[in-house]
C-alpha cells in the first residue's frame, strides 16, 4: 500500500513537471498575411511589409516577456520590482499582437457586406443605417491622437459600438466581441497618406473583408 502510494505521488509530481514544461515552452506563433500583399488595394507594399514586421516584433516581444515572467516564477520573485514591470508590460506587447491580428485578418478578399445577413441588421438596428454606422466609424478614427478603432459587440446587451482604443491595453469594453479592427496609428498609414487619415480610413473600409468580420459576429466565442 506504502509502495503504491509512493508511486502515485511520483506519478503525479512527473505529470505536473511535464506540464509545467509544456506551459513554459509555448511559443506564439506570427501569422502569414503575406497574401495581403496581392489582395489589399490602395495601400504600397512597402508600408504594408513594414506593417507586417511591426506585428511580428509583438510576438517576439510577447513571448519574451512571458519567458521572463516565468523565470521571475521559478526563482519566487513574483514579488519584485520587476516581476511586477513585466506583468504590466505584457497587456501591451500580447494585445498589440492581437490587434494586429485581428486588424490583417479582416482586409482583403473583399466582399460586400450582405445586407440580408445578421450583422447587416443588427448594424441598422444600432446605428440606424449602414451609411450612420460607417459615417460614426470614420470619426472615430478621425480622432486626434493615435490609436485603434474597434467595432465591439456587447455579448450582454447584443449591442455594437465604435470604440476608440488609445493604447494597445486601454479603452477596450470588457467582456466585448472585436468585430471590425482598424489600425490608426501612425505606422499603419504615414509612409503612403501622410497627414491624410481620412485617405487612409477611406482605403481600408474599401479593403474591409465583411466575410471575415460576419463570421466574428456569428461566432460564439470571444476571439
Known amino acids: 500500500m506504502k509502495k503504491c502510494l509512493l ?5 503525479a509530481s512527473v505529470h505536473v513537471s511535464a506540464i509545467e514544461k509544456i506551459s513554459s515552452s509555448f511559443e506564439f506563433k506570427s501569422k502569414n498575411f503575406s497574401h495581403l500583399l496581392s489582395e489589399v488595394v490602395g495601400l504600397d507594399q512597402k508600408l504594408l511589409k513594414m506593417h507586417l514586421k511591426l506585428y511580428e516584433g509583438y510576438v517576439i516581444n510577447t513571448n519574451k516577456l512571458l519567458k521572463q515572467i516565468e523565470d521571475l516564477k ?10 511586477g514591470a513585466l506583468k504590466r508590460r505584457l497587456g501591451w506587447e500580447y494585445d498589440g499582437m492581437r490587434l494586429h ?7 482583403g478578399k473583399v466582399k ?3 445586407n440580408k445577413g445578421a450583422l447587416y441588421k443588427r448594424i441598422v438596428r444600432d446605428f440606424k443605417s449602414y451609411e450612420a454606422f ?6 472615430t478614427g478621425l480622432m486626434r491622437g493615435i490609436g485603434w478603432v474597434i467595432l465591439y459587440e456587447d455579448p450582454i446587451e447584443k449591442r455594437l459600438y465604435n470604440c476608440w482604443i488609445n493604447e494597445h491595453d486601454l479603452g ?5 466581441k472585436p468585430l471590425l479592427v482598424m489600425d490608426v496609428w501612425e505606422h499603419a ?3 503612403e497618406f501622410g497627414l491624410d487619415r481620412m485617405g487612409y480610413i477611406k482605403t481600408f473600409i474599401k479593403n474591409i473583408s465583411w466575410e471575415v468580420v460576419s463570421e466574428r459576429f456569428k461566432s460564439r466565442n470571444l476571439l
Not at 74 to 83: K, P, T, Y
Open 7 to 11: 508511486l502515485f505521488i511520483f506519478l
Open 189 to 191: 498609414y504615414l509612409t
Open 101 to 107: 491580428e485581428l486588424y490583417f485578418e479582416n482586409m
Open 74 to 83: 521559478l526563482s519566487n520573485q513574483e514579488g519584485s520590482l520587476n516581476f
Open 112 to 114: 460586400p457586406l450582405d
Open 134 to 139: 460607417e459615417k460614426d466609424f470614420i470619426s
Open 172 to 176: 477596450h469594453l470588457a467582456g466585448g
